[in-house]
């Protein structure tokens, strides 16, 4: 199972937006509305940050959302803060009964 | 207190074995499906292996198939992984990971981990 793609990296100034892809197959992205969103800060365990497309987990702010087009799903972080500036690890159910993760995107804040 | 907490890791030869517990408190265990996750260092997350509530259905990556087992015992809320033939490739942190629901859910609740490293 070959692991998601995502971007390396994205930069955003605070207060402004940005968006994460993450592109799979129809075997998993495309396939499923079981894409998830995870946060992780350097040496901490990741955080639920979208679940089902989009759907955000009690606690998780509306700056956060996420959508799905075919075999792309995105996350958006709107308003950017310097605590968001983090890595993003996208995840999918897959038609083998497994779960894959994307490669990972390193958020930075300007 | 909702939490996980993962215990077993250490230090161990290639084609040695470990076997990794995670402690859960503060759900009903047995509701949940639970997987195991790690990082290697400097690297992105890798799912390693998931089991459902019950317990009665299992599921792993190619890469640990046949070499791992997962495992839950549900009076005791705690979630095992045997780790048979390992391979230098394995050295990762492993975190434990609560389902949302079912296993195909999002993961909504990790442990801090435990730090594998396969050496001679």
């Known amino acids: 199972q070959s692991a998601l793609t995502q971007p390396a990296s994205v930069s955003g100034s605070p207060g402004q937006s940005i968006t994460i892809s993450c592109t799979g197959t129809?075997?998993?992205?495309?396939?499923?509305?079981?894409v998830s969103w995870y946060q992780q800060h350097p040496g901490k365990a990741p955080k639920l940050m979208i679940y089902?497309?989009?759907i955000r987990p009690s606690g998780v702010s509306k700056r956060f959302s996420g959508s799905k087009s075919g075999n792309t799903a995105s996350l958006t972080i709107s308003g950017l803060q310097a605590e968001d500036e983090a890595d993003y690890y996208c995840?999918?159910?897959?038609?083998?009964?497994?779960?894959?993760f994307g490669g990972g995107t390193k958020l930075t804040v300007l | 207190e909702v939490q996980l907490v993962e215990s077993g890791g250490g230090l161990v030869q290639p084609g040695g074995s470990l076997r990794l517990s995670c402690a859960a408190s503060?759900?009903?265990?047995?509701?949940?499906?639970m997987s195991w996750v790690r990082q290697a260092p400097g690297k992105g997350l890798e799912w390693v292996s998931a089991?459902?509530?019950?317990?009665?259905?299992?599921y792993y990556a190619d890469s640990v198939k046949g070499r791992f087992t997962i495992s839950r015992d549900n009076s005791k809320n705690t979630l095992y992984l045997h780790m048979n033939s390992l391979r230098a490739e394995d050295t990762a942190v492993y975190f434990c990971?609560?389902?949302?629901?079912?296993?195909?859910?999002?993961?909504?609740?990790w442990g801090q981990g435990t730090v594998v490293t396969v050496s001679s």
């Open positions: 089991v459902s509530g019950s317990g009665g259905s299992t």
């Open positions: 995840g999918s159910y897959t038609s083998s009964s497994t779960r894959v």
């Open positions: 089902d497309v989009s």
């Open positions: 129809s075997s998993d992205v495309g396939g499923y509305n079981y």
């Open positions: 503060g759900f009903t265990f047995s509701n949940f499906a």
């Open positions: 990971a609560k389902s949302h629901f079912d296993f195909w859910d999002g993961l909504d609740l």
